[in-house]
């Protein structure tokens, strides 16, 4: 590493490792706001703009809704999940004053975050190329659909839709000729959550770009490409083998047994990585290790005959009795938890799991998933709820307006 690249120490009082550094959030919805709290999350001050009134789309994302003091409904749950640690500021950026304001806020800040459409921001001044004209430091990242180039740049880009045109769907779900088979999306917005910590990473390898030239840049953060790229092993099985992968129920492409299995109670996920691990699970359930089953590449040809094998031993257990039996034998092995099992397991309440905030204004406490960033000398902390819309406006425009 160059001696030129120097970051500061962080102050003995520091609240976590990007504290000093000032975040101006003109996203929405998921993506966005997930990267801009993760760094809220790591010590940065986050000023999240939002439309008079209205406010981010997601505090109308529901129900769920928090309740207000006086009873009435409040934010949508949805907005809680990724806003954590902001402030909130109501700005009209369609008016001069608004545009105005934005364009002096990010003046005094370190990075820009915003999810609107391609060159939507151009007609307020506030694309990059106008705001590093002021701040030539700054770091800007913009989040699309199809990036800021390319055949499909002018195209909106939204998460289910991505999920199907990325392949990832084509991948997910019971194979053809099963019943409910069908494509199939993940369960939560996986890709807006992946592209937020895609464009938080960018945005933390600008910053230390910056602060070693003095030059920021603009990030360019595509949930296509991002997309692309989650497919991971299946996009590297498809280069090899010529062959696009297909949908394949709870079985892995490249390893078996690797999939849930039936207990007199329920469903244990037995994830067998390497041929030890098969032979301590045949060891832990009574079986024999087959020729045919001597090896992964054995097992995943002949994993129709594999699965019914386990299965048969399996449903005598109980979830319990078989994790006891397998994790003895070292063989990885856990529950299809519920969602609220998640929260009741004994690691996840070790681990403060859950993050429980006040707001004046709700009726009752705010509660969200903790950051599973753990550092030993920084540590996260979680110094404000979700903001309420508009919280702060007055005092972030009143310090604004001194600094004229």
Same mark, same amino acid.
């Given at each position: ?101 934005v364009r002096r806020l990010a003046a005094t800040c370190d990075v820009v975050v915003e999810n609107f459409k391609t060159g939507g921001l151009k007609k307020y001044g506030l694309d990059y190329a106008s705001l590093a004209a002021a701040n030539p430091k700054l770091v800007y990242c913009s989040i699309t659909g199809f990036g800021q180039d390319g055949p499909d740049a002018h195209r909106a880009g939204y998460d289910y839709m991505i999920q199907a045109m990325g392949g990832l769907m084509s991948i997910t779900g019971q194979p053809d000729g099963a019943p409910g088979a069908e494509p199939m999306k993940v369960g939560v917005a996986v890709v807006d959550l992946f592209t937020g910590l895609y464009a938080s990473n960018a945005i933390l390898a600008a910053l230390w770009h ?35 992968? !297909? /949908?394949?129920?709870? &079985?892995? $492409? ?5 999939? #849930?299995?039936?207990? %007199?109670?329920?469903? *244990? ?88 905030? !006040? /707001?004046?204004?709700? &009726?009752? $406490? ?5 950051? #599973?960033?753990?550092? %030993?000398?920084?540590? *996260? ?24």
């Amino acid at each position: 590493m160059s001696d030129a690249v120097s970051i500061p120490a962080a102050s003995p009082f520091s609240h976590g490792p990007l504290t000093g550094v000032r975040v101006l959030d003109l996203s929405r919805v998921l993506a966005g706001p997930w990267a801009t709290q993760t760094l809220a999350d790591l010590g940065a001050e986050v000023i999240k703009i939002e439309r008079p009134g209205a406010g981010d789309d997601t505090r109308h994302w529901g129900p769920p809704f928090t309740t207000t003091a006086d009873g009435r409904p409040g934010d949508a749950a949805y907005f809680l999940c990724a806003n954590r640690g902001k402030k909130s500021v109501e700005l009209d950026i369609a008016t001069p004053d608004g545009a105005e304001a934005v364009r002096r806020l990010a003046a005094t800040c370190d990075v820009v975050v915003e999810n609107f459409k391609t060159g939507g921001l151009k007609k307020y001044g506030l694309d990059y190329a106008s705001l590093a004209a002021a701040n030539p430091k700054l770091v800007y990242c913009s989040i699309t659909g199809f990036g800021q180039d390319g055949p499909d740049a002018h195209r909106a880009g939204y998460d289910y839709m991505i999920q199907a045109m990325g392949g990832l769907m084509s991948i997910t779900g019971q194979p053809d000729g099963a019943p409910g088979a069908e494509p199939m999306k993940v369960g939560v917005a996986v890709v807006d959550l992946f592209t937020g910590l895609y464009a938080s990473n960018a945005i933390l390898a600008a910053l230390w770009h910056a602060r070693a030239t003095g030059e920021g840049q603009h990030i360019d953060i595509a949930l296509f490409d991002v997309q692309a790229a989650m497919l991971a092993n299946q996009a590297t099985n498809y280069f090899v083998s010529g062959k696009a992968p !297909t /949908r394949m129920g709870n &079985a892995h $492409p490249n390893l078996a047994p690797y999939q #849930p299995f039936p207990c %007199s109670d329920g469903m *244990v996920i037995i994830a067998v990585g390497n041929d030890g691990q098969f032979r301590a699970l045949c060891g832990a359930l009574g079986l024999q290790v087959e020729d045919r089953f001597a090896t992964n590449a054995l097992r995943v040809a002949n994993r129709e005959a594999l699965g019914p094998l386990i299965a048969a031993q399996t449903q005598g257990f109980t979830m319990q009795g078989l994790m006891q039996a397998l994790e003895a034998a070292g063989v990885p092995c856990g529950p299809v938890n519920t969602i609220d099992q998640v929260f009741e397991e004994p690691q996840a309440i070790h681990r403060g799991l859950t993050v429980e905030q !006040t /707001r004046p204004d709700l &009726a009752d $406490p705010v509660r969200t998933v903790a950051s #599973p960033i753990r550092l %030993s000398k920084t540590p *996260v902390r979680y110094d404000a709820p979700p903001p309420k819309l508009g919280q702060d406006t007055e005092a972030v425009l009143g310090a604004l307006k001194t600094e004229r």
